[in-house]
């Protein structure tokens, strides 16, 4: 949710690094009418921005400045997307550093942050800024969230969540419970289901041989239409260009409703210290598992 306050600090951000290095902000050689520069940046970034904006003066004579200009400047889940016109050479070290700096950094204050999803949604933010987001996706609502985040919890030592997070960083148990609180309710398949999604074994099978562990599927909606997280749980760590492979063989198959999420078997041993809590935690919590495909026997003619 955007504020008022937010909405001030991001204009007075503008206005500053506009006015600081205007050039970098004109549209030089073309119509008045074409597209402004598109800025969506998160607050938490703002330093990284200001330094991206200082770096790029340093580093572009004045005599080369004319046809610079930047496009796009905004987040896309979770990532820094940085476009740009003119110059490039000297530019795109300090761009690339940007980036990598960006994808460690919290959106929302500018601590040390880690990019991670919550129901699909990719941001990268500090423990207690994910705990927060974790909060507003409790599944009952702003009421059910402000209750638990007020009410002294057995599991945390009989303080609140609210108490503990002002006391200083929050710990695992925290997370964990919060990771837990925003669950959604684990889906039912009917037949039609479990038998269309048993075919995804022999896809994934073929993908992953041997380290295939199990599938399991949630945030599974059909009333909404097809649609699904596909969990795969598999011997040792998981591979983001394996993951990208497969998702693209699912697709062919016709599972392109499906996002797959991989999860290592050790990361279920602590969901909150994975690469991707989420998925880990909705494999514990709030998933079904997909069984193991069956091929039909042959047909005998009798």
Same mark, same amino acid.
């Given at each position: 949710?955007?504020?008022?306050?937010?909405?001030?600090?991001?204009?007075? &951000?503008?206005?500053?690094?506009?006015?600081?290095?205007?050039?970098?902000?004109?549209?030089?050689?073309?119509?008045?009418?074409?597209?402004?520069?598109?800025?969506?940046?998160?607050?938490?970034?703002?330093?990284?921005?200001?330094?991206? &904006?200082?770096?790029?003066?340093?580093?572009? =004579?004045?005599?080369?400045?004319?046809? &610079?200009?930047?496009?796009?400047?905004?987040?896309?889940?979770?990532?820094?997307?940085?476009?740009?016109?003119?110059?490039?050479?000297?530019?795109?070290?300090?761009?690339?550093?940007?980036?990598?700096?960006?994808?460690?950094?919290?959106?929302?204050?500018?601590?040390?942050?880690?990019?991670?999803?919550?129901?699909?949604?990719?941001?990268?933010?500090?423990?207690?800024?994910?705990?927060?987001?974790?909060?507003?996706?409790?599944?009952?609502?702003?009421?059910?969230?402000?209750?638990?985040?007020?009410? =002294?919890?057995?599991?945390?030592?009989?303080?609140?969540?609210?108490?503990?997070?002002?006391?200083? =960083?929050?710990?695992?148990?925290?997370?964990?419970?919060?990771?837990?609180?925003?669950?959604?309710?684990?889906?039912?398949?009917?037949?039609?289901?479990?038998?269309?999604?048993?075919?995804?074994?022999?896809?994934?099978?073929?993908?992953?041989?041997?380290?295939?562990?199990?599938?399991?599927?949630?945030?599974?909606?059909?009333?909404?239409?097809?649609?699904?997280?596909?969990?795969?749980?598999?011997?040792?760590?998981?591979?983001?260009?394996?993951?990208?492979?497969?998702?693209?063989?699912?697709?062919?198959?016709?599972?392109?409703?499906?996002?797959?999420?991989?999860?290592?078997?050790?990361?279920?041993?602590?969901?909150?210290?994975?690469?991707?809590?989420?998925s880990c935690m909705l494999a514990l919590e709030a998933s079904v598992s997909i069984p193991r495909y069956q091929p039909s026997?042959?047909?005998?003619?009798?």
């Amino acid at each position: 949710m955007v504020t008022p306050v937010d909405e001030r600090r991001y204009r007075a &951000f503008l206005a500053a690094a506009q006015l600081r290095h205007a050039w970098q902000f004109q549209r030089r050689g073309r119509s008045e009418t074409d597209d402004p520069v598109e800025i969506e940046i998160p607050p938490g970034w703002y330093g990284l921005m200001d330094r991206l &904006f200082d770096g790029v003066a340093e580093a572009v =004579p004045a005599a080369e400045r004319g046809g &610079f200009r930047w496009r796009r400047l905004r987040v896309v889940h979770g990532v820094l997307e940085i476009r740009f016109d003119g110059v490039r050479d000297r530019i795109l070290p300090i761009v690339t550093r940007t980036r990598d700096e960006a994808a460690v950094t919290c959106q929302a204050c500018g601590q040390p942050g880690t990019r991670r999803q919550i129901a699909g949604d990719y941001r990268v933010n500090c423990d207690r800024h994910f705990i927060e987001l974790l909060v507003d996706a409790h599944p009952r609502g702003e009421s059910g969230a402000r209750r638990w985040w007020q009410t =002294p919890q057995p599991a945390l030592g009989r303080r609140s969540p609210a108490s503990l997070l002002q006391a200083g =960083p929050p710990s695992e148990l925290l997370l964990d419970q919060a990771l837990r609180l925003a669950m959604p309710a684990a889906p039912r398949l009917n037949g039609a289901h479990r038998q269309r999604l048993q075919g995804v074994w022999p896809v994934l099978r073929e993908a992953f041989g041997e380290r295939l562990r199990s599938l399991r599927l949630a945030e599974f909606e059909p009333e909404t239409g097809p649609n699904g997280t596909l969990l795969a749980m598999l011997a040792g760590e998981p591979d983001t260009a394996a993951r990208t492979a497969a998702a693209s063989q699912l697709a062919r198959a016709g599972y392109s409703d499906l996002r797959l999420r991989l999860i290592g078997q050790s990361d279920l041993d602590n969901p909150v210290r994975a690469a991707d809590p989420w998925s880990c935690m909705l494999a514990l919590e709030a998933s079904v598992s997909i069984p193991r495909y069956q091929p039909s026997a042959p047909f005998d003619g009798r």
